[in-house]
């Protein structure tokens, strides 16, 4: 097998997955006729290949895990949604009339939340975006977001540049997964290879497959909140609490330090 | 990325299938509490990826396609189940009263479907198995499983086997899917490509995932009732009837000639 080009997976996949919930534009059917879900593709560097289904990332609020309304109430001021998606959340809170910018780096899937009704939306990497002049309040990484900090090398860049996009007394509310209660040996194994390797247990390297497409390989951050505290240390945001209830999801919310 | 190793993908699948279904047994979960449904991931020859749940593959009858129903009832004498899996249909009949075997080369699955309860299993190839002295009236091939002909040179040899196997008035009752009603560019352009590399367009070229495992390549043939008229031309067997009401799925009805 040639390697697979890379594109825009998520917008190629977000796209289906809204024609799928929708009924509207084309979609991708099983031998014609019975509806196929949309199915996200990850692969990680040890050969793990998982699917799951795409339609969550359109879930409407009454089908969210309860941090998700958590983190909402958390809200306040100009909110910049980071890994925004399809919109889910971001439209919420245009819905209830905040001040809400979401962003993505994926083309097509922001073009799936302006179509769905998202005002201000900015197609850019945090980094690339922080030399704007837009100033938030509050910075929210739903969805598992958090594992955008990637790992200990790249977080302290990554919040560098939402110090820069931050008006004073801003907030960072992310969720993110305790990825060290599975007992499943390939887990457990794949963490254990991690640290030999000088990396954290849940720093995991994965790319993304839709149909014919692949995105580089990537690092996406799962860890505990003792380690999420060692891998902000140093950087201008500290951690302020960490919201549990939900374990092994946990929302972490993070202030400006001084 | 290595290969990944090969291994028993479908047993796997359905092992993990089986825990979700029944709440029994260590099932993979996403993040360690969000139940995840089992995925079924296939690799086609050009590239594309899809993902599909293995759930279906666990179906009681009121969940099945219509056609499956229309094919038990065509079931007489003794019948072989090929391709059984987890034994879906193989123990519909069984409790029908009916005299079946559920033949899968995958172990895995038959393990599941003798915990299920099927009682006669054979962990087997169709060629292999052609020289018992087991003798059936009736050889069913659902769950698409008209696929397992393969292509124009593997089907004589398949249908030959079958042929050892049958008693006198035997037939063959076997869902397949025509390809060729999709106006999807990915599908389009691959039957095209297969015909100019002399393949019939439907006949695929997959391999499945499973976790940290793969099959080995294979052919696996999605071909349009007239097709299926020429590829049997010459074997023991003749199309009888074909039963379209499901279209683009199909029922084909196969009888030993003279």
Known sequence: MR??????????????AYAVRTGVGPRPLAGGRVPRPVIEVIERDDGLINGAPADHYLGEPDEWQPHDHRALRL??????????????????????GMAVTGLDTSRGAIEIARRRGL?????????????????????????????????????PVFLRALAQLANPGARIIAQGTDPYGTTDPVHVGYHRHNRERGR??????????????????????????????QVIAGTPWRLKSIDADDHP???????LAG
Do not use: K
């Open 75 to 96: 809200c306040r001021g100009h909110v910049l949604d980071i890994g925004a998606g399809a919109g889910r959340t971001a439209l919420e809170l245009q819905r209830r």
């Open 200 to 229: 954290l247990g849940g720093q995991l390297r994965l790319r993304l497959r839709y149909r014919l497409l692949a995105t580089e390989w990537f690092d996406y951050l799962n860890c505990s909140p003792a380690e999420l505290e």
């Open 249 to 255: 999801y946990y929302l972490a919310i993070m202030e």
């Open 3 to 16: 390697e697979p080009p890379i594109g825009d997976v998520f917008g190629e996949m977000i796209r289906d």
């Open 119 to 155: 005002r201000d939306t900015v197609i850019n990497t945090v980094d690339a975006y922080a030399s704007a002049s837009a100033r938030y309040d509050t910075f929210l990484l739903l969805g598992n977001n958090l594992g955008l900090l990637e790992g200990p090398e790249r977080a």
